[in-house]
């Protein structure tokens, strides 16, 4: 069965530069979500979007944006990167058709800034 | 206010004996979901099991059952016969489903670590 994409996979980057990170759902998910997970801390949601729409925001600092693009897949753009921002980043989809709805995650995109 | 409480940072089970993972939960809506994830070492997060607020019986998944007892706001996971590849990070998390919405964020809670010995 077919599952979340993401990449990369690991990308390194200098303080203050900008990263893009890119998510394809499963087919068919209508909803996809992002959460930052920091060393030893359990995921965080960022924001979400249903049908190519905003639909909830959360922490997610001024420096980030993210957008879903009509072909479903998402981008989370980071500017003026921090080193608090090492982290795992994982996108999730998910359908309003499913029986619970649940979140499936792709295996995550490990950012390191130095 | 933390939505997920779990309180239990390691446990410690021998191979094809039964664990519980404890979890509790806070919330004012009466429609929600709760869920559990494992994250192995590698770091994927992997869907196990869910249970809605409205959900009579107890769900079960093969070895996975939750034991969800609502008036005292648990949702604790019971893996039965462990085996060693159970070893892993294990995460309850909560849908609030306060308008009826089922695309709600997911709330975490901190984790609990499980191992597996022989």
């Known amino acids: 069965a077919a599952g979340v994409i993401q990449s990369p996979r690991h990308l390194i980057k200098e303080k203050r530069e900008t990263a893009t990170l890119k998510c394809y759902p499963i087919?068919?998910?209508?909803?996809v979500y992002w959460y930052q997970q920091g060393p030893g801390q359990d995921p965080q949601f960022l924001i979400s979007?249903?049908?190519?729409?905003?639909?909830d925001k959360g922490s997610i600092p001024d420096r980030f944006s993210a957008q879903q693009f009509s072909d479903y897949h998402s981008e989370l753009n980071m500017s003026s990167l921090e080193l608090g921002d090492s982290a795992l980043y994982f996108c999730?989809?998910?359908?309003?058709?499913?029986?619970?709805?649940?979140?499936?995650f792709g295996p995550g995109t490990r950012l390191t800034v130095l | 206010a933390q939505k997920i409480t779990q309180t239990q940072p390691g446990m410690f089970v021998q191979e094809k004996e039964a664990v519980t993972l404890d979890c509790t939960y806070d919330t004012s809506d009466q429609s929600y979901g709760l869920f559990w994830y494992k994250q192995p070492s590698s770091g994927e997060m992997i869907f196990l099991i869910y249970?809605?607020?409205?959900?009579?019986q107890n769900a079960t998944e093969g070895r996975y059952s939750l034991n969800f007892q609502k008036a005292r706001k648990s949702a604790n996971l019971v893996i039965s016969a462990s085996q060693l590849g159970d070893s892993a990070m294990y995460f309850c998390?909560?849908?609030?489903?306060?308008?009826?919405?089922?695309?709600?964020?997911?709330?975490f809670g901190r984790g609990t670590q499980l191992t597996v010995w022989p």
């Open positions: 249970q809605g607020s409205y959900d009579e």
């Open positions: 998390a909560m849908r609030e489903q306060g308008r009826g919405s089922t695309l709600g964020r997911l709330y």
């Open positions: 087919p068919r998910h209508d909803t």
């Open positions: 999730a989809s998910s359908s309003t058709a499913g029986p619970y709805n649940e979140q499936f």
């Open positions: 979007f249903y049908e190519k729409m905003q639909s």
